[in-house]
DNA sequence: TAAAGTACTTTATAATATAAACTAATTTAT
DNA sequence: ATAAATTAGTTTATATTATAAAGTACTTTA
């Protein structure tokens, strides 16, 4: 009846995460945090979670001396994300 | 960017019930725990939480002898459920 | 009348999310 | 030069939430 919701991405901030790097494909640290108004702390924690699963892949660099994290979408990530929506479709009772 | 989701209403039992009472309007307790295929003791705790939301209504009656519980959503409850609905299709991208 | 079953609720534990505190360095002001 | 403030995070502690296990209060069946 009702399937199963990937607990990872049952999560408001690690959904939004996804959201927004379903769209633009690689973002820097603060710029997911500005965008999802999350705290640097929470961000932090629901990052390396996504990483954990291999659904985002975070490279760390310098930006004007200052250190920078950039994250990018896996493949494994769509998928996940688009079986997601899938299934949460069926609790929202969306029409196609 | 991203509306706020309901905690209430964003976990997966919580939702199911939901998504269940928005069809049927009234419902058994072992008809929405067969069809969630939750716990009784689960289920038992998230009703009491939707209904301390005042998002469902619990009447405690008997069948053939038996205690039943039947659950109805209610008016908070529906407009609740579309407020999520309208939310989460930001995340998921669900274009009208 | 004892054992098994129904329909739950309560309590305890595990998992999760969030906030506060901390690290490490850079920039700016004194 | 150095102290204070800022940047960009991470780690840890706490609060919240979900779930599983145990318990309550019966009823039915053997």
């Known amino acids: 009846m009702f399937k199963e919701l990937d607990p990872l991405l049952h999560s408001q901030l690690r959904l939004a995460v996804i959201s927004l790097l379903i769209g633009v494909k690689e973002a820097e640290f603060n710029f997911i945090k ?7 702390g929470n961000l932090s924690v629901q990052l390396q979670k996504l ?11 310098f930006k004007d001396n200052f250190p ?3 994250c990018k979408i896996t493949d494994k990530g769509i998928k996940a994300f688009e079986v ?4 949460i479709k069926q609790y ?3 029409k196609k």
């Open 34 to 40: 500005e965008k999802t108004e999350s705290s640097s």
């Open 51 to 61: 990483k954990e699963a291999g659904y985002i892949e975070i490279s760390k660099g």
């Open 84 to 87: 997601y929506v899938k299934a």
């Open 92 to 94: 929202i009772q969306v």
């Open 68 to 70: 920078l994290t950039t």
